[in-house]
């Protein structure tokens, strides 16, 4: 069906709402900043204190963007929702492929791979989680007490002990 109508790759709305929030929830990578001599901004202020922003190198931790409440509400939370058409936005608060000029020049090529590459092995395979019985399980500071395949951050986020899982090919008739 892709292939005699590739408009309908974009027009996928539930996967590319599961994407964005799989990507909200872990985004792949974070980027770094290095400061500019004799830039006007000079300082930034956080908490109250007020920290010298000159010869530094900033972190940019997508992560946290993701986990901000008062951009995402139940920030912990799959909400497919979150990105269907029509459902309201804050402005520039998703940024897995960053923002403005220094955004991903890639991400629609990025996102029309992701959803292809998605469509064709949920096509062809079904995906069990095969966490071993003593697998660590998430504490309740997670929001997901006792549930597994909760996200550390380690540079990038991503599940505590990876993500284990049983791939089984489909039958010619879809079982």
């Known amino acids: 069906m892709l292939v005699s109508d590739p408009k309908l790759l974009n027009a996928l709305p539930l ?5 964005k929030e799989s ?3 872990f985004p792949a990578a974070s980027t770094t900043r290095t400061t500019v001599p004799n830039h006007p901004l000079q ?3 956080f908490n109250n204190q007020t920290l ?8 940019v931790a997508h992560y946290g963007f993701g986990q901000r409440e008062e951009l995402w509400p ?3 939370k ?3 929702d979150r990105f269907l058409p029509g459902a309201p936005q804050v402005k520039d608060a998703w940024r897995p492929f960053e923002k403005g000029p220094r955004g991903c020049l890639g991400l629609e090529l990025a996102m029309m791979e992701i959803k292809l590459v998605l469509v064709l092995l949920m096509r062809e395979f079904d995906f069990e989680i095969a966490y071993a019985p003593d697998a660590p399980r998430a504490p309740p500071e997670h ?6 395949g909760y996200q550390i951050v380690e540079f990038a986020a ?3 002990g990876h993500m284990p899982m049983r791939v089984r090919r489909r039958d010619k008739f879809g079982s």
């Open 43 to 45: 300082t930034v202020t």
């Open 158 to 160: 991503k599940p505590v």
């Open 52 to 59: 010298p922003l000159a010869g530094q190198q900033i972190w």
């Open 74 to 76: 139940e920030p912990r």
């Open 143 to 148: 929001g997901v007490a006792g549930g597994r």
């Open 78 to 80: 799959f909400k497919l």
């Open 15 to 19: 996967t590319t709402a599961a994407v």
């Open 23 to 25: 990507m909200r929830l």
